[in-house]
């Protein structure tokens, strides 16, 4: 059933958390602002798509390894990074609504309208043109097309140089240049434009020892920078390697909405892979394909990916995209791809004195190696794979289901277990299955209620198979296996249960695609 695309969002959250996914924060003193926990099933999931990263990442790689740093770092690392100085947003405040926002998101809206502009005239003329339709043809001759991406390439550039020069006061005019109103009261009254450092810091030590200020990362990545020899020398590593972390992340967000999608808590699954200078475009390239490769394999749609290549560099970067997905609010960055040179290591190696160097024995040289990042929010991949998974199905008999059409690999149970009824021994038989099962399968068992109603408790955890034990299964060894994509209902032995599972929900199916 197509749906309006908040609408969307918030039926997801109300899902997420009637059915143990996502609940607020503390919600019994009425929540914290973008906190989240994740429930029993919620947990589940988190762990698959962790353990699919990993997996994909990590272990199916020999020259990839992993680390797991602490949160707190010395505060010197955050001086060197750039974070203590630069890791700002730009934050602006409209008098009359008294609500704050991020300028730069300001205009993106802005921008992403005369978007949706373009994208209403190719569907226009796609409608009219038929089969005869040159997109390509439309997108560089078509007047109207032609003047909104002019606008748009020229305010991107505008805001991508004036933020790179810190230059506010340009940000402000741009806004009202636009013409851009509060979209909540339409007010155009706005404050000027100031920056907000989003680190969150706290104290280390009790004041009487001389307490010293700390910061909770912001990003894991400099957990691995600082381990980059650690890691090299005990791991007799050569040229190129990665390294891979999967970790919380804490940002003071200016404005955080949209469910778990911007979060002042969140987790991160990065890689910084360290090669040779000169040869990070190639890296870059690869890594870039690799990853959108990964994303594929799930079956979440392809036409639901789109790279989006950064024309403003941060000044570290030599080339960055965004792998972005469509969400229910839209298309929205899922991961960032950046090439970002010898920048990391160079500044740890000035601020701490220490040499981050790689000796190449082929030349006999030694130096700073370049840096290709693949960083992915694992909430944010949390919800690409809850949004596209939800579905309410109307059936044949004209009822609705609601159903969570979860990649088997990543559902958070299997297979549930069963008993058409709460006696005769056939809880006792379930039990016995359950028992074998639970070895390989993450697995439910379930008793009460009618059975067509388990049936939908399953569908909406997105549970890909339910077991049915019945009186027959106790003479003939038979059991009901029911798929939750197609609703099919097939009689097959209980020692070919756990085969038939297997085959549809090992990650190995997926890990192979890649
Ligand atoms: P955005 O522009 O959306 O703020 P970013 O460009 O600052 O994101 P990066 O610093 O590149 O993000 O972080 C890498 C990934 O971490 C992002 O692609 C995203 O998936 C995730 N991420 C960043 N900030 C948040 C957040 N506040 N909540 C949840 N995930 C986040």
Known sequence: MAQPEDNLLKKITAHAKEYGFIFPSSEIYDGLGAAYDYGQNGVELKNKIKNYWWKAMVQMHENIVGIDASIFMHPATWKASGHVDAFNDPLIDNKDSKKRYRADVLVEDYLAKLEAKIEKEVAKAEKRFGADFDQAQFLSTNPNVLRNQTKIDEISHRLGSSLEKGDLADVKALIEELEIADPVSGSKSWTEVRQFNLMFSTEMGSLAEGANTIYLRPETAQGIFVNYLNVQKSGRMKLPFGIAQIGKA???????????????????????????????????????????????????????????????????????????????????????????????????????????????????????????????????????????????????????????????????????????????GLPEKAKEILAELQFQFNCQYDDKDAIGKRYRRQDAIGTPFCVTIDHESLNDGMVTIRDRDDLSQERVSIQSIQSKIAEKTAIESLLRKL
């Open 250 to 424: 804490f940002r003071n967000e200016i404005i955080a909405r949209q469910f778990i999608f911007r979060m002042r808590e969140f987790e991160q699954m990065e890689m910084q892979f360290f090669v040779k200078p000169g040869e990070e475009l190639e890296w870059y390239e690869h890594w870039k394909a690799q990853r959108m490769a990964w994303h594929k394999s799930l079956g979440l749609g392809d036409d639901h990916y789109r790279f989006h290549d950064h024309i403003n560099l941060a000044h570290y970067a030599n080339a960055a995209t965004d792998i972005q997905f469509q969400f229910p609010m839209g298309f929205k960055e899922l991961e960032g791809i950046h090439s970002r040179t010898d920048f990391d290591l160079k500044a740890h190696e000035e601020h701490s004195g220490k040499k981050l160097r790689f000796f190449d024995h082929h030349t006999n040289e030694s130096y700073v190696p370049y840096v290709v990042e693949t960083s992915i929010g694992l909430d944010r991949m949390f919800l690409a794979v809850l949004s596209s998974a939800y579905q309410e199905e109307t059936l044949e008999d004209g009822s609705v289901r609601t159903v969570l059409k979860l990649p088997p690999a990543l559902a958070p149970y299997e297979v549930a277990i069963l008993p058409l009824l709460k006696k005769d």
